[in-house]
């Protein structure tokens, strides 16, 4: 019989608060690409899982939450590329104005 998990007693592990910190930020450049100065939405949107990068390779394993999905490298070197990729893409791709 296998038991219930324990709530850690600090309230939520640190992973979990970096998740929603990066998902919000990037809605947030979702919304601002769509609404206004697409450069900066995106911007916002690759800076937001280069957050999620950053907390990946900081926190241990047992308390990464919601970011842990394969292992530790693997999920760092996914999320680099893809925030490396998003911001070069915003910065490299040219305006459409005539």
């Excluded at 926190?59 to 693997?74: F, H, S």
């Amino acid at each position: 019989m296998t038991q219930p998990s324990v709530p850690p007693p600090g309230g939520r592990p640190l992973g979990t608060v970096a998740f929603t910190a990066a998902v919000l930020l990037g809605a947030f450049g979702v919304v601002l690409a769509m609404t206004g100065p697409w450069r900066q939405g995106v911007g916002y949107l690759g800076s937001s899982v280069l957050i999620a990068c950053l907390a990946r390779f900081a926190l241990p394993d047992r308390m990464a939450g919601m970011l842990r999905v394969r292992r530790k490298a693997v999920d760092v070197v996914i999320l680099a590329a893809l925030g490396l990729g998003v911001v070069a893409l915003a910065l490299v791709v040219p305006d459409s104005r005539p």
